[in-house]
Nanobody, 129 residues
């Protein structure tokens, strides 16, 4: 059974950087899309970033140029480097994993929560102004 465990959240000031990490157990990590989503208080969970099997990167417009997603298939980890953080980035961040996918994914696929069958417990990121 696949499990995901996020770490690295915390309280920072606007303009600061923070790095999140997600460790996955189970097999075939490299055969799935790994994504990050976030949920702010009173709002729906939204897509942040994803990386597919080929290493292609996908970002929400709101984080493009500030966040960088990466994966280490040898260590079964996916990371999210967040720079120039804003108060609007405050949310619980969730790591998600899809079932085995094609080598190249699409934006519609990686940005949909329905594509993911495994989620972590979430890690809180709070950005003060």
């Amino acid at each position: 059974q696949v499990q995901l465990v996020e770490s690295g959240g915390g309280l920072v000031q606007a303009g600061d950087s923070l790095s999140l990490s997600c460790a996955a157990s189970g097999r075939r990590f490299s055969e799935a899309v790994m994504g990050w989503f976030r949920q702010a208080p009173g709002k729906d969970r939204e897509f942040v970033a994803a990386i597919d099997r080929s290493g292609r990167l996908y970002y929400a417009d709101s984080v493009k140029g500030r966040f960088t997603i990466s994966r280490d298939n040898a260590k079964n980890t996916v990371s999210l480097q967040m720079n120039s953080l804003k108060p609007d980035d405050t949310a619980v961040y969730y790591c998600g994993r899809t079932p085995r996918t094609a080598f190249f994914a699409t934006m519609d696929y990686v940005a949909s929560q329905k594509s993911y069958d495994t989620w972590g417990q979430g890690t809180q990121v709070t950005v003060s102004s």
